[in-house]
Nanobody, 125 residues
Framework: QVQVVEFGGGLVQAGGSLRLSCAAS???????MGWFRQAPGKEREFVAG????????YYADSVKGRFSISRDNVKNTVYLQMNSLKPEDTAVYYC???????????????????WGQGTQVTVSS
């Protein structure tokens, strides 16, 4: 069974930075990884994704230029560096990975099967 665990959420002032980490275990191969977020009363939305090798990344327009996703396959860990944070970035952030081997970077919720428990990010104005 694949397990996904996120770390690194917290409270930060607008303009500040946070780095989220996501550790995946229980699988013998690397696969695409994605970060999503869900604000109260809103649907879960794609934030950033990275291919299994790290050679391809994809970002939502709302975070492009401010967030950066990377991975360390030796540590089976994916990172989301968030800079220039805004109050509208406040949400629970989730890390996820597909069950089947995927080429590229899926961007939809239904493309991902294994999810972490989420970590709260709060940006104060």
């Amino acid at each position: 069974q694949v397990q996904v665990v996120e770390f690194g959420g917290g409270l930060v002032q607008a303009g500040g930075s946070l780095r989220l980490s996501c550790a995946a275990s229980g699988r013998t191969f690397s696969n695409a990884m994605g970060w999503f977020r869900q604000a109260p009363g809103k649907e879960r939305e794609f934030v950033a994704g990275i291919s299994r090798t790290g050679g391809s990344t994809y970002y939502a327009d709302s975070v492009k230029g401010r967030f950066s996703i990377s991975r360390d396959n030796v540590k089976n860990t994916v990172y989301l560096q968030m800079n220039s944070l805004k109050p509208e970035d406040t949400a629970v952030y989730y890390c996820a990975t597909p069950r089947k081997f995927v080429v590229g970077v899926p961007t939809t919720v239904v493309s991902y099967d294994y999810w972490g428990q989420g970590t709260q990010v709060t940006v104060s104005s």
